[in-house]
């Protein structure tokens, strides 16, 4: 069966954006408010990204940054991710995956290759997981994944993590109920960035 994680940039205090990161405008990592550093990693190197164009990362990066893009056959993304996006100019976050975005409301603006679902996160996940095929779910949006592990639908969590303090933002995580125990598998330096890749533990 595929898998779902969950892959962001995150600061040190466990930040995905920076504050006031409401206005997308002025380019890429502008979604993150006063935090565009957090994507600094995918534009600092030599290494040309297979999977996204205009993507130079180091070495380590790149490597682990195209084995996840490569795993991903749909996206689920939290309704703020995709206004913070831009609605990624009617496309997608992704080159080839299919995009489901999660809301309580409307979304009049979406064209033919974004789906609206607003039954909750079982049924969009359900609804990526079949777009997908054989290959992975990815979330994003720190209130998408804070969902779907209270779910007990996250089989992995991928943190980039950024060496700063930010200080305030959107956190990656938010309450929970209860303790959700991960294993480590794997953990990657790279020149701006840590690679940390959980196994939520079930
Ligand atoms: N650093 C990174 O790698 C990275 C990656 C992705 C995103 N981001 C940033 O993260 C920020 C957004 O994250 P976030 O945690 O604030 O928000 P989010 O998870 O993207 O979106 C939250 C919204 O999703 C909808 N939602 C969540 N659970 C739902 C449910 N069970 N049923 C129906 N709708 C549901 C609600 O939208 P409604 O209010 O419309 O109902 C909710 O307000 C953005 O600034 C984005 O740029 C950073």
């Excluded at 009617?90 to 809301?103: C, E, M």
């Excluded at 959700?180 to 079930?202: D, F, W």
């Amino acid at each position: 069966m595929s898998k779902v994680f969950s892959a962001h940039a995150v600061s040190v205090d466990g930040y995905i954006s920076g504050r006031d990161p409401s206005d997308p405008s002025g380019g890429f990592g502008r979604g993150l408010g006063d935090a565009p550093m957090l994507f600094d990693w995918y534009r600092d190197g030599d290494t040309p990204s297979r999977a996204f164009d205009n993507f130079r990362l180091s070495e380590p990066s790149a490597r682990i940054f195209d084995a996840l893009a490569g795993r991903v056959g749909a996206v689920v993304a939290g309704r703020t991710t995709y206004e913070h996006s831009s609605h990624w100019g009617g496309d997608g976050p992704h080159p080839t995956a299919r995009l489901f975005v999660l809301s309580h409301r409307p979304a009049p603006e979406m064209t033919e290759r974004q789906t609206l679902i607003t039954t909750g996160i079982a049924d969009a996940i359900a609804a990526a997981r079949e777009a997908a095929g054989d290959k992975d779910v990815g979330l994003m949006g720190g209130g998408v994944v804070t969902e779907a592990l209270r779910a007990g639908l996250v089989d992995e969590l991928i943190l980039h993590q950024v060496p700063i303090l930010l200080g305030g933002g959107r956190p990656f995580f938010q309450e929970l109920p209860e303790h959700v125990e991960l294993r480590l598998i794997e953990a990657v330096p790279a020149p701006g960035v840590t690679h940390l890749r959980y196994e939520v533990v079930r």
